[in-house]
């Protein structure tokens, strides 16, 4: 296997690790709009969000992750995704100071989904597996 090869290859298993995690959390706005209200609250610190808004909110997410999933208009898909997930990693510093109170040493796990997808938007013209655009 050449070497451009193991990069494509592992390009696109990392686009597809980061893109399951986002799916799910996209869903979640769907599934359970509730929980969706009080992440916002706690951790962005926007109250109120109705069903509707938090619909709205997946919609554009799902959009948005089906153009990085299909590798379309990667300097902004990628660029959106690797935004959305610093954010949200960052915006949970209370966890990190807190490791070992309740579940916040998962939270943890958002740093190494972070570096996927500093990597895949460094990386993005070389992550040509599956993806409409090549370059």
Not at 54 to 73: H, N, P, Q, R
Not at 76 to 84: M, Q
Request: one cysteine or more.
């Amino acid at each position: 296997m050449q070497q451009n090869d193991r990069l494509t290859i592992s390009l696109f298993i990392l686009r597809l690790g980061v893109f399951v995690v986002m799916f799910i959390w996209t869903i979640d706005k769907f599934v359970r709009p509730e929980h969706a209200a009080a992440v916002f609250k706690n951790f962005y610190f926007i109250s109120d969000l109705n069903y509707t808004l938090s619909y709205l909110i997946g919609a554009v997410e799902l959009v948005l992750l089906a153009g990085f999933l299909l590798g379309w208009k990667k300097r902004f898909t990628y660029g959106a995704v690797l935004i959305l997930h610093a954010v949200s990693t960052l915006s949970s510093f209370k966890q990190y100071l807190a490791p070992f109170e309740g579940p916040n040493i998962l939270f943890f796990a958002a740093w190494p989904m972070l570096a996927a997808c500093v990597a895949l938007y460094l990386l993005r013209e070389q992550d040509t597996l599956w993806t409409i655009e090549k370059s």
